[in-house]
């Protein structure tokens, strides 16, 4: 069993959820932190991760073994992260039988309209609410 954790830029949500996982979790399970970059995989590694790897090769080959991956939903979107997050990976996360967990920590120009099970037309509405709020028309 093994949870995959995913950062970039610093590693500081990483490093948070594996020393969480580290306290909560039995200590048969393997926690993998892997960064877009070295820094982030070395913070997750400080913080406990029983292994870190670094880089696109390291994320795509790694997620596919994985139980579970957690990390920021950014970790889904292509070029996020300042460019970190590369095509390659988000095909690999998407591709994973694993359980996905992901925080939603969003590039500025990406929103979550809902995150409660709602019916569809309220969340259409949640998000045309949105645009309105973006376009400073909540009042038409």
């Not at 960064?35 to 997620?63: D, P, S």
């Not at 957690?70 to 979107?77: D, E, K, L, N, V």
């Not at 694993?98 to 998000?127: D, F, T």
Request: aromatic share 2%; with cysteine; net charge negative.
């Amino acid at each position: 069993m093994n949870i995959v954790v995913l950062d970039g830029m610093g590693g500081g949500i990483g490093s948070r959820i594996v020393g969480i996982l580290k306290e909560e979790m039995p200590p048969y399970i393997e926690i993998y932190g892997l960064g877009t970059n070295a820094l982030a995989t070395a913070a997750m590694l400080k913080k406990g991760a029983n292994k870190g790897a670094t880089g696109e090769n390291a994320i795509a080959t790694t997620v596919v073994k994985a139980d579970f991956i957690i990390g920021s939903i950014a970790m889904t979107i292509p070029n996020s992260m300042m460019g970190e997050v590369t095509p390659r990976m988000v095909e690999a996360i998407g591709s994973c039988e694993g359980i996905k967990i992901y925080i939603p920590i969003l590039p500025e120009n990406h929103h979550i309209v809902s995150l409660e099970q709602k019916p569809l037309m309220l969340q259409i509405r949640e998000a045309v609410a949105l645009i309105k709020k973006e376009l400073h028309l909540e009042d038409v």
